[in-house]
Nanobody
Framework: QAHLVQSGGGSVQTGGSLRLSCAASGYTVKPYYMAWFRQAPGKEREGVACIQSHSQTTYYADSVKGRFTISQNGAEDTAFLAMNNLKPEDTAMYYC??????????????????WGRGTQVTVSS
């Protein structure tokens, strides 16, 4: 049973930076994708960024392109989300997720079976 442990997050002012980490364990084959999603109160869950482990191909929501960067460590079992130039609209609970098969829609939440517990990111103006 795969297990995802998140760390990072917190509160910053507009324009600040934060970094999230997600460590995966409990599997014998590396995840095909690791991704970050977020959900703000009263809003639907949004796919933020995704990385395909073997090719290191990355995918981003338009709302974060140029500001957020997803990456993995060399073992491809930990994903990071570097968030720069943060805006109040980035305030949300952030969740990491992992998937073990190819997907045509790697930023869709319903494509993922394993999730972290979430970490709060708050950006004040």
């Amino acid at each position: 049973q795969a297990h995802l442990v998140q760390s990072g997050g917190g509160s910053v002012q507009t324009g600040g930076s934060l970094r999230l980490s997600c460590a995966a364990s409990g599997y014998t084959v590396k995840p095909y994708y690791m991704a970050w999603f977020r959900q703000a109160p009263g809003k639907e869950r949004e796919g933020v960024a995704c990385i395909q482990s073997h090719s290191q191909t990355t995918y981003y929501a338009d709302s974060v392109k140029g500001r957020f960067t997803i990456s993995q460590n060399g073992a491809e079992d930990t994903a990071f989300l570097a968030m720069n130039n943060l805006k109040p609209e980035d305030t949300a609970m952030y969740y990491c997720a992992a998937r073990w098969e190819f997907s045509w829609y790697p930023l869709r939440g319903d494509e993922y079976d394993y999730w972290g517990r979430g970490t709060q990111v708050t950006v004040s103006s």
